[in-house]
Each structure stands twice: as structure tokens, then as C-alpha cells.
């Protein structure tokens, strides 16, 4: 690997972090103009949310059935097994739901987003569509973007609702406990700050997901190896930034809420 100095490493890095900058930027500005590209934005729906389901509702149930497991064992030493309701119901909603459906939604869309622009871009098809006056970034990355936010929030309810019945299946068939009193413990436990701390994750990870799958896409370089390159990116950086700004949601959310 040829050596690079600090100074073009650093240079390298600042003018990505512009170029990422820019580019999701605009893919938020173009919702505000026309033309919308509706046929774009319902096809990615459907490739990105229906085509997620079932990774996403194998993750959240038995995501729920562990976290049972794991629950009852810890609180059968405080003699309060049954709330663990409660437990798995605040993991999952707070936490787990949104973050693990993320992270699977960026293993599979976001490399998917990566390898399909990349493909595009050393295939020249993106030089052409500007030759032709269409904007790639109106064209292709907006409705990318809001396909996803828009598909992941759902995703993230759904991921939360069958990891509750999940504990559930186990809470009642291997731990012995009411289904009635599980439900009930698991209603109560969540509030207003819960839910919304919850439902807002994945709105900014949505954005994260499809903006930063579509950033390598765009910028990739070197044929088909560059195509492969970029798609490992995607997922890399994507998932890191998941974990990240989960954390700062996290912290902001405690500090306006309270909990």
C-alpha cells in the first residue's frame, strides 16, 4: 500500500465528509421542488421495507424470547420474574427494536444501494442520465431516502410488536407465567417519553441507512472491484453511524425526558 501523508490523508477525509455533506443535503432539499420521482420513490418502498420484513420479524421475535429468557433468570433472584414484561418491553421499544432493525436494514439496503449506484456510476449510466438533463441525485438518491425513513419507521413498530409477543411465547409456555399479567405489565411499562424515544431512532437512522449507501454508490471508483469496495463501505460506515447517533439520541432524549 503506497504511503500517504498526514496532510492528504486529512485533506482526503475533510473533502468526503464535504461530499457526504452535500449530497445529503440536497437529497433533503429536493423534496421541497419539483420533480418528484413517485414511481422511484413507491419502488424503493416496496424493494427496501416489504423486502426487509421477513429479516426484520425473524430479528425481533426471537430478539423478544431472549431477552425473556435472559430477564426471568436475572430477576428470579429478586423474586420478581414476573415482571419481566415489563423488561422486554422497555428493551425493545427503547433500544433494541430500532437499533437491530437498523442495523439489518443497512446489512441488506444499504449494500444493495452501494453495489446498485456503483454499478451504475463505472458503467457511465449516471454520466449519461446528467448528459440527458436529469439529476442523479433528484433521480436516484431522494427517493432512496425517503423510502427508507419512511419504510424503517414502520419496520422499527413492527420489529417492537412481535418482540414483545415473542417474550411473550416464552414468558408463558416456558416460564409459566400469566399472559394477561404480561401484556398488562408490558402496556404499563412504557410511557409517552418511551415511545417517542423509540419512534424517533429511526427516522435519523433511515436517513443514515439509505444517505451514506447512496454516497458510496455515487463516488465509486476502480470497475467492478470499486463496486465491491464501496458496497463493504456502505455497511461499515452506516452501521457505525447507527450505533453512534443511537447513543446522542439516547443522551437527548434522557436529558428532555427525563428517563
Known amino acids: 500500500m503506497p504511503f500517504v501523508s498526514p496532510?492528504?490523508?486529512?485533506?482526503?477525509?475533510?473533502?468526503?465528509?464535504?461530499?457526504?455533506?452535500?449530497?445529503?443535503?440536497?437529497?433533503?432539499?429536493?423534496l421541497f421542488s419539483?420533480?418528484?420521482?413517485?414511481?422511484?420513490?413507491?419502488?424503493?418502498?416496496?424493494?427496501?421495507?416489504?423486502?426487509?420484513?421477513?429479516?426484520?420479524?425473524?430479528?425481533?421475535?426471537?430478539?423478544?424470547?431472549v431477552l425473556a429468557l435472559q430477564s426471568a433468570t436475572s430477576l428470579e433472584a429478586f423474586g420478581a420474574v414476573s415482571m419481566t414484561g415489563n423488561l422486554v418491553a422497555l428493551s425493545m421499544v427503547k433500544e433494541l427494536g430500532p437499533v437491530l432493525t437498523g442495523l439489518m436494514v443497512s446489512g441488506r439496503n444499504a449494500s444493495g444501494m452501494a453495489s446498485e449506484l456503483g454499478s451504475m456510476k463505472v458503467t457511465e449510466?449516471?454520466?449519461?442520465?446528467?448528459?440527458?438533463?436529469?439529476?442523479?441525485?433528484?433521480?436516484l438518491v431522494t427517493p432512496r431516502?425517503?423510502?427508507?425513513?419512511?419504510?424503517?419507521?414502520?419496520?422499527?413498530?413492527?420489529?417492537?410488536?412481535?418482540g414483545v409477543a415473542g417474550g411473550a411465547l416464552v414468558s408463558v409456555?416456558?416460564?409459566?407465567?400469566?399472559?394477561?399479567?404480561?401484556?398488562?405489565?408490558?402496556?404499563?411499562a412504557l410511557v409517552y417519553a418511551d415511545v417517542t424515544q423509540g419512534l424517533t431512532k429511526p427516522l435519523f437512522f433511515g436517513f443514515i441507512i439509505s444517505?451514506?449507501?447512496?454516497?458510496?454508490?455515487?463516488?465509486?471508483?476502480?470497475?467492478t472491484q470499486g463496486v465491491g469496495r464501496a458496497t463493504t463501505q456502505a455497511v461499515v460506515f452506516s452501521s457505525v453511524f447507527i450505533i453512534i447517533v443511537d447513543f446522542l439520541i439516547s443522551r437527548t432524549m434522557i436529558g428532555i425526558f427525563g428517563r
Request: aromatic share 16%; proline share 3%.
Open 125 to 139: 449510466q449516471i454520466d449519461a442520465m446528467r448528459a440527458l438533463g436529469t439529476d442523479p441525485v433528484r433521480k
Open 7 to 30: 496532510e492528504v490523508f486529512v485533506k482526503e477525509r475533510v473533502g468526503a465528509i464535504q461530499d457526504y455533506s452535500i449530497l445529503a443535503g440536497r437529497s433533503f432539499a429536493n
Open 34 to 65: 419539483a420533480p418528484r420521482y413517485w414511481a422511484d420513490i413507491f419502488t424503493q418502498m416496496d424493494s427496501i421495507g416489504f423486502g426487509s420484513l421477513p429479516i426484520v420479524v425473524l430479528t425481533g421475535f426471537f430478539t423478544g424470547c
Open 173 to 188: 409456555f416456558l416460564l409459566g407465567l400469566n399472559a394477561s399479567s404480561y401484556f398488562h405489565n408490558s402496556y404499563r
Open 145 to 162: 431516502v425517503v423510502a427508507t425513513v419512511f419504510m424503517l419507521f414502520f419496520l422499527t413498530i413492527l420489529s417492537d410488536a412481535v
Open 211 to 223: 444517505s451514506v449507501g447512496c454516497y458510496f454508490g455515487m463516488n465509486t471508483k476502480g470497475g
